[in-house]
């Protein structure tokens, strides 16, 4: 069959030299092959899982075509423009309501295209991760968030991309995914120290760490603790950085986890409800008109999991005495008063831990972020030398939200080469030193 030829200028990507758009070329017992010549004759391509294919063709009533391929292959994130596809009847769909990839299909797909699934025993964990890309390559370790998240869900707009580039890798977090709960509590600094466990279980000296939600506190707090592994820091939608006075009742609710689990999964459900906690939760900052369907889409039975209960109540919650101390106190006697305000590890004082050791470092954040507000993440990365803040017009999660206008950004964040400072020169002469004098990473 014929080879179509599209003269693209449009696309400002790293497959802006494409020519040749085919398909299909290969067809094999499921799964279908989308293939892109490139200018230098090199090629790319996207393995379809057969039930993929099954619903794109349904969808849109007609087989795929050499436009469709060149829109998939070419675009900042191929997984965004399949789900784009699905919804192709109603272009003008919200993304958070948007007909999605099936977890199965996601997976279904990675492994198609080079995805690795392995496991890995640290620290008596059973821990599931992902990897693709040439491990000889630089690596980038994902971290994902809270809620419902896992390395498929929370990355599956960036994986693929970043692995033609990239050695990348993302484990499921202990209680997350399919990675089991720990033995131990899952609080921010058994995270920290998992993180450091895993690179050197899997012999990662250095890494661009990438982090959302949750998982910008960890990020945070193990770049702060180990800096001479990070190259570039990037978060998006992060916690640790912002800190706010919140109210008793939230910050308790985590002290008894089935409780708490049992309000989050049903009566959010209630518009009411739900709108007037976000009020008191932000303390007089402004709560945007859809906070029911912002917040919706979080919280389900499944969702909230044990593991994510526990580091509420490590961040949230104070003893049994801090909260009579608050309750009952006069003046001076509400000793706790400091501990009972906000969140208890918060990193806005690390700043000279980064700022010393001259570590790049983006975030990406919504400015309808709900968890953590943009006006105090924007006071708090004033505090960084080598930081650039992003705002993006979505909710919490630009990477899940926007990841078409997230990923170029990302790659040229990963790819920029700023001048290194002098302390940074310094900093990594000393942390060689250490590492040839102790042999240790």
């Known amino acids: 069959m ?128 992902i990897a693709a890309g040439d491990p000889g390559k630089e690596t980038v370790l994902f971290i994902h968030g809270g809620v419902g998240s896992s390395s498929y869900k929370s990355w599956k707009y960036q994986f693929l991309e970043l692995s033609e580039k990239y050695h990348v890798i993302s484990p499921d977090l202990p209680g997350y995914g399919k990675s089991p709960h720990p033995h131990d509590k899952c609080t921010l600094n058994f995270y920290v120290k998992f993180v450091k466990d895993f690179m050197v279980n899997r012999g990662i000296e250095s890494a661009n760490i990438i982090s959302s939600s949750m998982g910008g506190w960890i990020g945070l707090g193990f770049t702060l603790e180990n800096p001479s592994m990070v190259n570039k820091l990037v978060g998006t939608a992060s916690g640790g950085l912002t800190d706010r006075e919140i109210p008793l009742t939230i ?30 939760f932000n303390r007089g900052l402004p709560v945007p008109e859809n906070v029911f369907e912002l917040t919706d889409m979080f919280f389900s039975s499944e969702d909230v999991t044990p593991a994510f209960m526990e ?19 006069k003046g001076k006697d509400k000793k706790h008063k400091e501990v009972l305000r906000g969140f208890k590890n918060v990193y806005m004082n690390g700043f000279e831990v980064l700022n010393s050791a001259g570590i790049p470092y983006w975030i990406a954040h919504g400015d309808n972020d709900l968890v953590f507000q943009l006006p105090l993440v924007k ?13 993006f017009k979505c909710g919490h999660g630009p990477h899940l ?41």
């Open 2 to 129: 014929p080879v179509p030829v599209f003269h693209n200028h449009d696309h400002h990507h790293s497959y802006n030299q494409a020519e040749n758009i085919s398909i299909p070329v290969q067809k094999t017992v499921g799964r279908e092959l989308l293939q892109m010549t490139l200018q230098d004759g090199t090629t790319k391509s996207l393995k379809l899982p057969a039930s993929l294919l099954s619903d794109l063709e349904f969808v849109l009533n007609r087989q795929l075509n050499a436009e469709d391929a060149k829109d998939i292959l070419t675009s900042p994130s191929m997984v965004a423009c399949i789900e784009a596809k699905l919804n192709t009847g109603n272009p003008e769909t919200d993304i958070n309501k948007m007909k999605k990839i099936t977890l199965k299909q996601c997976m279904e797909l990675f492994t198609l295209n080079g995805v690795r699934e392995n496991r890995a025993m640290i620290n008596g964990v059973d821990t599931f991760y």
């Open 251 to 280: 910050r308790e609710l985590t002290m008894f986890p089935k409780v708490a689990k049992f309000l989050l999964t049903r009566l959010h459900k209630n518009k009411k409800l739900v709108t007037t906690i976000a009020k008191k």
């Open 311 to 329: 580091f509420l109540n490590d961040q949230f919650s104070a003893s049994p005495k801090e909260v009579l101390s608050d309750l009952f106190g």
């Open 379 to 391: 006071a708090a990365a004033k505090n960084f030398e080598h930081c650039t803040l992003t705002e």
């Open 401 to 441: 939200q926007v990841p078409n206008e997230f990923n170029p950004l990302l790659l040229k964040f990963l790819e920029s080469q700023p001048e290194e400072t002098e302390k940074r020169k310094k900093f990594k002469d000393v942390m060689l030193t250490i590492r040839n004098v102790f042999k240790h990473s």
